[in-house]
């Protein structure tokens, strides 16, 4: 397309398998969360700045600001910073001070409150999409991503925090459906690149784009 025209990323026509895998990763992360014990819960997490209770409290700060930024789609804080068209490290920078200080302005709880109140939310996240699943959410350089875009980032990340708590366990974990998780990154995250290579598993290579080692 010439300069200045938006175009859409990859299209999630239909809600319901998207919705699916959503949902599948949100009761992943309520079984994982139920074998923590308190001293596990110390335990850290692939994710090197976070222990396994921090990142319950960063899973109920983050369906907070997928709620915020649907209520004010497509203006945003968030569709504000994807505007300015800054490469995915500098977002991934910008995005980690937020969560670090969202994280620190949390009221204490127990981690199991974190992620009760966590899955409660996203439950009704998701009941609020089908309505408006086609409508703009956010453009990232000439990209528009739709809401439906967003669930499938959503759903990308829940199940990306499934594999964290449950690696920081000792324990392993795997969606039942990559290849969905695969088409929910590119229609949801233009700004970070997803190759899959030919034969290769598709779950590694979204663990692998993440920024996490599937060893």
């Not at 692939?46 to 209520?71: N, Q, T």
């Not at 670090?100 to 949390?106: D, P, V």
């Not at 309505?131 to 991503?145: G, I, R």
Request: hydrophobic share 45%.
């Amino acid at each position: 397309m010439g300069r200045g025209f938006a175009r859409s990323a990859p299209m999630l026509d239909d809600p319901v398998p998207v919705l699916a895998a959503y949902h599948e990763g949100v009761r992943a992360i309520c079984q994982i969360a139920a074998q923590f014990r308190p001293d596990t819960w110390e335990m850290r997490t692939p994710c090197p700045e976070w222990r396994a209770y921090e990142l319950a409290g960063h899973l109920r700060c983050v369906i907070d600001d997928y709620h915020e930024y649907l209520d004010n789609a497509p203006v945003s804080r968030f569709a504000r910073l994807m505007a300015t068209g800054v490469p995915a490290e500098t977002l991934q920078r910008k995005l980690a001070r937020q969560n670090a200080a969202e994280l620190a302005a949390l009221a204490e709880a127990p981690p199991a409150e974190h992620i009760s109140v966590f899955a409660q939310s996203a439950r009704s996240y998701a009941g609020r999409l089908p309505a408006v699943w086609e409508l703009p959410h956010h453009q990232y350089l000439d990209t528009v991503v739709t809401v439906g875009g967003m669930a499938g980032a959503a759903c990308t990340e829940w199940h990306l925090h499934a594999w964290d708590l449950a690696t920081a366990l000792g324990a392993k974990y795997r969606p039942a459906d990559p290849d969905r998780l695969v088409a929910c990154w590119r229609a949801g995250m233009p700004q970070s690149r997803l190759t899959v290579l030919p034969g290769a598993d598709p779950w590694r290579s979204v663990l692998m784009a993440s920024g996490r080692s599937p060893v």
